[in-house]
């Protein structure tokens, strides 16, 4: 059934696993997201982008979401917004039926300017007095996502800064976090640590001085009771690289976050993993081996449902990794 995601990470946090939210646009991700939770009895964060509910359309994203439920009533599942640029657009959501959203106030609403921590404070602390009337779990997020050694944000998907960050601001500070989670009252935090959305996260396997996880561990340790989100946790498997490439692709060297150090921020309070760029490697990959291997045919049935498959895998993976099985 639909649940509240403030209990599904009040769960998280007392069993000490992380929940993986992936990112959904279509029947097939949905339902290879609902296969690899069943199969592993993990609980399901569905997440929209503001992309995603302009490519399916509202009524789409909303009841492809409700069939998931449907489909498998045994099944804990949260319908999130992801990265929502003003509360306004935080209210589209809830009034459309999602049980959760992220106010992503650490940009304005262009989605593209680092905000001040006043306006951030503002926007989000009128979400939560909003979406806590009516059991809506609120998600917030303090810091800006991009690479440390190059300020560059990652904007290829159109969610992140434009231009470049400096050091400090793409790494969240533990003292204003504790400010910032008192005056807004929010459910869960998203901080930024050196990752950031989409494919090019890292030129290279990351370090600590690129991928701050002691960062994650100072603000739990100034924050024990808050959930933590981490945002761009994609892994960038080489070998989903290695076969888009090997069937016509031309994808540059690149590496995302290794799932090992995604299990240490979970040690330490990171409850909700977003992954949205490996499920698109995934199906990318499967659909090019495909239709390589069988270039004869054209029923889209055929070459979804390898890709559909192979999200499954990744998924699976990932639920596996965080801890999920048999919790949900
Ligand atoms: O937050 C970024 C997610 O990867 C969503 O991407 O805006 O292209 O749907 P999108
Ligand atoms: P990735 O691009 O690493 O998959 O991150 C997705 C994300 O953070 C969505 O909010
Ligand atoms: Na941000
Ligand atoms: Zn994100």
């Known amino acids: 059934p639909l649940v509240s995601m403030r209990e599904l990470l009040d769960h998280a946090a007392s069993n000490g696993y992380g929940i993986p939210a992936f990112n959904v646009n279509n029947l097939e991700q949905v339902q290879a997201v609902m296969a690899a939770a069943h199969e592993t009895g993990a609980p399901v964060i569905l997440q929209a982008s503001a992309g995603a509910r302009k490519y399916a359309g509202e009524p789409f994203i909303k009841h492809l979401i409700q069939a998931a ?62 979406a806590h009337k009516v059991g809506v779990t609120v998600e917030g997020e303090l810091g800006c996502l991009g690479n440390l050694e190059t300020g560059d944000a990652g904007e290829e998907d159109g969610i992140g800064a434009a231009g470049r960050l400096d050091h400090s601001q793409m790494l969240t500070d533990p003292e204003e976090a504790a400010v910032f989670v008192q005056a807004t009252q929010l459910d869960a935090l998203a901080i930024a640590i050196g990752t950031s959305h989409g494919a090019y996260k890292f030129s290279r396997r990351p370090t600590g001085d690129i991928l701050a996880i002691d960062r994650v561990k100072e603000i739990h340790q100034r924050l024990p ?34 799932v090992e150090e995604i299990q240490e921020a979970i ?40 890709a559909r498959e192979a999200a499954k895998a990744v998924c699976r993976q990932r639920y596996i990794a965080f801890g999920c099985e048999g919790q949900g």
């Not at 509360?87 to 106030?105: N, Y």
């Not at 609403?109 to 006043?118: L, Q, R, V, W, Y």
């Not at 054209?298 to 390898?306: N, T, V």
């Open 267 to 306: 040690r330490h309070g990171v409850r909700k993993i977003n992954i949205d760029t490996d499920v698109r490697l995934a199906m990318t990959a499967a659909v090019r081996k495909f239709l390589f291997e069988n270039p004869e045919k054209f029923d889209a049935r055929e070459w979804l449902k390898p």
């Open 69 to 130: 439920a449907e489909a498998f009533p045994h099944i804990p599942l949260v319908m999130h917004q992801d990265h929502g640029t003003s509360p306004k657009v935080c209210q589209g959501a809830i009034d459309l039926g999602f049980g959760s959203v992220m106010m992503d106030g650490s940009l304005m609403e262009d989605g593209k300017t680092p905000a001040s921590f006043d306006y951030n404070v503002d926007v989000t602390r009128r979400v939560v007095a909003m």
């Open 225 to 258: 009771n808050t959930h933590l989100v981490m945002h761009g946790s994609s892994s960038v498997p080489a070998e989903l690289l290695a076969e888009i490439n090997q069937y016509g692709g031309k994808i540059k060297e690149t590496y995302g976050v290794p």
